[in-house]
């Protein structure tokens, strides 16, 4: 209906009809009641204007009826909007079990993206349509905003923590993908493309990638470079946890407390290790803040997350 406005976007992932279902809605409360207002005002104004000088207004002690509408009939519509709110959110924040997962790095200005089996971009971003893709995103310096008006999805992106937003493209074809927060001079120009291909087409663009390898391996070469290896092993000499399927597990804390080893949480315990440390560990680990980078953090991270425990072996 609104593909002809060029002030709408497209609509080109599963959520964004739904999130213009409620945003229509939504507006159209807000017109109903904004005519409905402003026209009783002036209906009234001209029914009841003064006819005399002596005339005076009639006083009106209560008008249960009316009251009860008016408590009620909003109560119902902000209940609806409520529902209806929450449902589109839920679904919004909570990717599906499958997806594929990209990793984003903002910076000054520019958007730097991920993937798994190690291709790398700078302002765009490939991913195939029908398929659940999350980014998992941070920034290097300030805050930044990745927004895709054609998808509906918009999240801020912080510097020191993981912030998530997924989607699934339902059209082949090239979406603007816009930072939608205030970094700086060259904010304007801190644009970017989706690109949205076919699975087939998108398995030759992944295909035809730098052989550097996988983001994971990336991080095991750099777990071995920064001797992350000579702590982390479990034979004897092993003076830090053993890392094979930690990832998403509960971690029981020296302070008696667990926690889930998930992204924020390997981040953390690289950047500042004595903040949360492994219950039966001394807190040893030397801190790689200013060591390592955001991009590095996160090759660091997907090699922990690709050790599984010992009998899952060879499922990397
Ligand atoms: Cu990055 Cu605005």
């Known amino acids: ?16 009809s739904r999130v213009d279902a409620l945003y229509f809605f939504l507006l159209a409360v807000g017109v109903f009641f904004s005519i409905l ?3 009783l005002i002036v209906f009234y104004a001209v029914r009841y204007r003064r006819r005399s000088e002596t005339a005076v207004g009639e006083v009106v002690h209560g008008a249960t009826g009316l009251e009860v509408a008016w408590t009620v009939i909003p109560f119902v519509i902000t209940m609806i909007l409520f529902v209806w709110g929450a449902s589109v959110f839920f679904a919004m924040s909570r990717p599906p079990d499958e997806t594929i997962n ?25 991913v195939p349509v029908g398929r659940a893709v999350k980014l998992i995103m941070t920034s290097e310096d300030v805050i930044h905003d990745v927004f895709v008006p054609a998808f509906r999805v918009k999240a801020d992106v912080l510097p020191g923590r993981y912030t998530e937003i997924w989607f699934e ?16 001079a060259k904010h304007y120009g801190m644009t970017g493309q989706v690109v949205v291909m076919e699975p087939s087409e998108y398995q030759t663009w992944l295909s035809g990638g730098v052989p550097e390898g996988s983001l994971a391996s990336a ?14 092993r479990p034979d004897a000499q092993g003076r830090g946890p053993v890392l094979d399927g930690l990832f998403g597990r ?12 998930d992204e924020a949480y390997l981040r953390e315990s690289i950047l500042n290790p004595a903040a949360k440390v492994t219950a039966g560990y001394q807190p ?3 801190t790689f803040q200013g060591l390592v ?13 690709s050790l599984h425990p010992p009998q899952q072996e060879g499922k990397k």
């Open 219 to 232: 991080g095991e070469k750099l777990f071995a470079d920064l001797a992350c290896n000579t702590c982390h």
């Open 102 to 126: 990209v990793y984003v790095v903002g910076k000054q200005w520019m958007w730097k993206f991920q993937h798994l089996d190690g291709r790398r971009e700078i302002d765009e971003l490939h």
């Open 250 to 261: 509960q971690v029981q804390l020296t302070s008696g407390e667990t926690v889930v080893a």
């Open 169 to 184: 493209a339902t059209k082949p074809g090239r979406y603007h993908l816009f930072c939608a927060e205030y970094c700086g």
């Open 284 to 286: 040893i680990m030397p």
């Open 293 to 305: 980078s955001e991009e590095q953090l996160l090759e660091l991270i997907e090699y922990v997350k």
């Open 37 to 39: 207002i402003a026209g």
């Open 1 to 16: 209906m609104w593909s002809g406005v060029p002030l709408f976007p497209e609509r080109a992932s599963t959520m964004a």
